[in-house]
Nanobody, 119 residues
């Protein structure tokens, strides 16, 4: 499985960004795909995930602001991030290989994309 993340950048607080994760490989159609993030000096943390059927799961810190969606025909997962805050600044990684509500990430990671939110 290969994951390619894109869409990061610099935005002011209150602004929006959309991240994209393009996936390729076997068994993708039956696995959840999600996003994690890691801020400087902090552990990597779960952000959001979507199952093959479209069910979603979010961290409390992003509920109501972030929306994850999936296009199975294109093997692409999008993370729409609205009302961004400086605390959202991190490197964002897409991930797969684990069930939707798994407490640990799957084995497959994308290369990460930087999101910086200025105050």
């Amino acid at each position: 499985v290969q994951l390619q993340a894109s869409g990061g950048g610099l935005v002011q607080a209150g602004g929006s960004l959309r991240l994209s994760c393009a996936a390729s490989g076997s068994r993708l159609s039956i696995t959840a795909i999600g996003w994690y993030r890691q801020a400087p000096g902090k552990q990597r943390e779960f952000v959001a995930a979507v199952s093959s059927g479209g069910s979603t799961h979010y961290a409390d810190s992003v509920k109501g602001r972030f929306t994850i969606s999936r296009d199975n025909a294109k093997n692409t997962v999008l993370l729409q991030m609205n009302n961004l805050k400086p605390d959202d600044t991190a490197v964002y990684y897409c991930n797969t290989g684990a069930p939707l509500y798994s407490p640990i990430p799957g084995d497959y990671w994308g290369q990460g994309t930087q999101v910086t939110v200025s105050s």
